[in-house]
């Protein structure tokens, strides 16, 4: 099985920055897409950006764009969400999931495989 683990929450001022890692086992094929979603409270679950381990090819919401930064590191299998110039509406919940997809998309009743989730909090 897929085993998907989130790291990197926490507490930051608005204008702050944070590095989530999600770090990937259990793949058995290479053909997956590797998506972050929040969710704040009282809101549905929201895509953020995803990147392809197919073709490396990101996206992101307009929300975000700009401001956050989806990357991998395949030696560590760790996909990252770097998170600058955060804004207190980013507060949420933060998951990482994957899909057996060859494109990156953010629809996420797609996704079959969840992380446990990371808070993230912005402060004003």
């Known amino acids: 099985e897929v085993q998907l683990v989130e790291s990197g929450g926490g507490l930051v001022q608005a204008g702050g920055s944070l590095r989530l890692s999600c770090v990937a086992s259990?793949?058995?094929?290479?053909?997956?897409?590797i998506g972050w979603f929040r969710q704040a409270p009282g809101k549905e679950r929201e895509g953020v950006s995803c990147i392809s381990n197919v073709d490396g090819k990101t996206y992101y919401v307009d929300s975000v764009k700009g401001r956050l930064t989806i990357s991998s590191d395949n030696a560590k299998n760790t996909v990252y969400l770097q998170m600058n110039s955060l804004k207190p509406e980013d507060t949420a919940v933060y998951y990482c999931?994957?899909?057996?997809?060859?494109?990156?998309?953010?629809?996420?009743?797609?996704?079959?495989?969840w992380g446990q989730g990371t808070q993230v909090t912005v402060s004003s």
């Open positions: 999931a994957a899909d057996y997809s060859v494109d990156c998309h953010l629809l996420t009743m797609l996704y079959d495989y």
């Open positions: 259990g793949f058995t094929s290479d053909d997956y897409a």
